[in-house]
Structures are given as C-alpha cells and as structure tokens.
C-alpha cells in the first residue's frame, strides 16, 4: 500500500526517558513534515525537511530532533521527556511544490504519553 | 502572515439535515485553502483545496467549500448529514510559496440519529 506509516502508534513512558518515532513514506515525495496535535487537537508544525535537508523548525525545544536519512524517512528523537510533551504526533509528506498548494498525506499518528 | 479561524468549536446536526462548517482566513498572499477530517484515532485526510481556480470547489463525501475573497472566508457545506460525517474538521491555509500550513482549531461535527 502506498502510505505515510508511522511507528510506533502508541509510546507510554516515563518523564526523562529517551525515545524515538519512526515514519518512512513510499510516495515518492521530497517533502516531510512533522506536526504535534496537542489534548485540544490543535495541530502545529515542528519540522520540515525537503531531500533530506531542514527548511522548517520552529519553536520546538532542543530536546526534539529530527532525522532524514534519506527523503523517504523522517524520524523524531526525543531526549529527556516532560509530561508535556504527551501529544499525538504525525508524519506527513508532500510533493515539493512552489505553488503554496501541498496537499499533504499524513500518518496515522503516534499517540505519546508520558507519565 | 497567515492564520485561520474556525467559528465553531462544536456543530451538532440530524442525519439528514445540512452541514456548515465555518472557517475565515487571514493571509498577506494569494492563499490555498483546504479542509482536512479526521476521524476518532486516525489520521487526516483531504477533503478538498481550493487553489486559485472555481472558487466552488467539490471535493469527497458530497462537501463542498466556497472561496470568498471579500469575506476571506471557506465554509465547508454537505447538503445532507450522514453518520459517518461525525468527525473533527479542520481548515487549513498555506501562503503561495510556504511549505508549511498553517490550521485552524478544528470542529467537531456531531451528528445525530
């Protein structure tokens, strides 16, 4: 199936552990996203790499950070976990185009918690 | 700078019954527009962009959204309600050029038997 996969789809865990998400995409495309979907299910951009180069990364702390091997895989490892870093977190791709108008495949999201 | 506002956080209807969804717009360009559903425990999916063409623009499920520059607003518009309907909607902006959208809160449509 050609999708956006995510892994792992939930993630328990204690505060100050290290851990990883995983999303490979096999659209072919240049661009990927990752977005945090907060307890009130407002959605907001963490990252965004094209060809496996950063072009977006916002307000984000230095705790998280993103991995593009290559531009089919974008993984986000998160140090020293705080409680509110409990969110559902997607993946997404794009094809890489200028015209503003991506429409975007997401994941099926990764639902964090941290206890 | 871009930003959008969806009016309602909850809509609840009867099956059967229309659907309005609304959603107005703030941004410097010529914007795309979309409207995202996301279904309990699932990931978004695209329901329909507009992107500077019709400004009607059909998209899957039988919605539909209006563009209106003047009222810079995308309404999202189902004749008739069906129980799967019932997700969170979400509007969202990109600005020509920007590779990051930007969303709105989102609506939870609830509908009802």
């Known amino acids: 199936d050609t999708a956006v996969s995510q892994t792992p789809k939930y993630l328990v865990t204690q505060m100050g552990n290290d851990k990883s998400i995983k999303c490979e995409q096999n659209?072919?495309?240049?661009?990927m996203y990752w977005y945090k979907q907060d307890s009130k299910k407002f959605l907001k951009i963490m990252f965004s790499?094209?060809?496996?180069?950063?072009?977006i990364n916002e307000t984000v702390p230095n705790r998280f950070s993103p991995k593009s091997p290559d531009k089919a895989h974008l993984n986000l490892h998160i140090n020293s976990l705080e409680l509110g870093d409990s969110a559902v977190y997607f993946c997404?791709?794009?094809?890489?185009?200028?015209?503003?108008?991506?429409?975007?495949?997401f994941g099926a999201g990764s639902r964090l918690t941290v206890l | 700078a871009q930003s959008v506002t969806q009016l309602d956080s909850h809509v609840s209807v009867s099956e059967g019954t229309p659907v309005l969804l609304r959603c107005n717009y703030s941004?410097?360009?010529?914007?795309?527009l979309f409207w995202y559903v996301q279904h309990p425990n699932k990931g978004l999916q695209l329901l329909l962009k507009?992107?500077?063409?019709?400004?009607l623009v059909k998209g899957i499920n039988g919605f539909e959204a209006e563009f209106k520059k003047s009222e810079t607003s995308f309404h999202l518009t189902k004749p008739s309600a069906h129980m799967s309907d019932a997700a969170e909607y979400f509007c969202?902006?990109?600005?020509?050029?920007?590779?990051?959208?930007?969303f709105g809160s989102g609506t939870r449509l609830q509908v009802q038997p």
């Open positions: 997404a791709s794009s094809q890489n185009t200028i015209s503003g108008a991506n429409v975007l495949t």
């Open positions: 659209l072919g495309h240049d661009t």
């Open positions: 790499y094209n060809n496996k180069e950063l072009i």
């Open positions: 941004s410097s360009y010529s914007p795309s």
């Open positions: 507009y992107t500077s063409a019709a400004t």
């Open positions: 969202v902006v990109s600005d020509t050029g920007r590779r990051a959208l930007t």
